[in-house]
């Protein structure tokens, strides 16, 4: 057990609609991650946050966006859902002067 | 941009084999290295890291060395067992000033036989 829950475990939902994964990081962390991983990109990096701000940008698209908020646990949106975004989505954390990422168990997201 | 580079698999070995699973990075800085782990059905597991040239990384009988001179972090195991059947990824740590982020490799399939 890493210390990095994910909510929900599983998520089947239509094209176009809207969905919230939530992630909370290992006690004391200030940094959260957010990864893609699908058959087809491997495991891609979307969004970093540190403390509530944003930190670095990866491949997110503009449907996607995410926030992470005073308690130090994040959240991401997903929009106007098409089937190409079904995929696993892992959150991560890590402390402030250290490299290593710990990663949640994920959210496997299905779009009909 | 820094990416990462896998031996293809999927690879499978009987019980005891030797394992190795190659991986090649190419970096501007000198980037963290590491080697994830992930079970059937579960998210990624840290194995090893090394941060810096000639560091070797060892966990569960697994290592890896960083060789900066050929930009290789290759792991190995002497003995595999069953219960080493994963999915294990390298990475690397991209890091400029605050911000950071892990770039993958495309992961490489262990299976172990009895």
């Known amino acids: 057990d890493s210390g990095v829950t994910q909510t929900p475990k599983h998520l089947i939902t239509a094209t176009g609609q809207r969905v919230t994964l939530r992630c909370s990081p290992r006690?004391?962390?200030?940094?959260v991650y957010w990864y893609q991983q699908s058959l087809d990109q491997g495991l891609q990096f979307l969004i970093q946050y540190y403390n509530g701000e944003e930190r670095a940008k990866g491949n997110i698209l503009e449907r996607f966006s995410a926030q992470q908020f005073p308690d130090l646990h994040s959240e991401l949106n997903l929009s106007s859902l098409e089937l190409g975004d079904s995929a696993l989505y892992f959150c991560?954390?890590?402390?402030?002067?250290?490299?290593?990422?710990?990663f949640g168990p994920g959210t496997r997201l299905t779009v009909t | 941009g820094d990416s990462v580079t896998q031996m293809e698999g999927p690879v499978t070995l009987s019980e005891e084999a030797f394992l190795t699973i190659n991986c090649t990075y190419t970096a501007t800085g000198y980037p963290s290295l590491f080697w994830y782990v992930q079970y059937p059905g579960e998210g990624l597991q840290l194995l090893l890291k090394?941060?810096?040239?000639?560091d070797k990384g060892s966990n569960k009988g697994f290592e890896a060395t960083y060789r900066k001179e050929t930009t290789s972090f290759h792991l190995e195991k002497g003995s595999v067992q069953v219960s080493d059947s994963a999915v294990y990824f390298c990475a690397l740590s991209d890091r400029i000033g605050g911000a950071q982020k892990l770039v993958f490799g495309q992961g490489t399939r262990l299976t172990i036989n009895p």
């Open positions: 090394a941060t810096k040239a000639d």
């Open positions: 006690s004391g962390d200030l940094s």
């Open positions: 991560a954390s890590s402390g402030r002067y250290n490299d290593e990422q710990y």
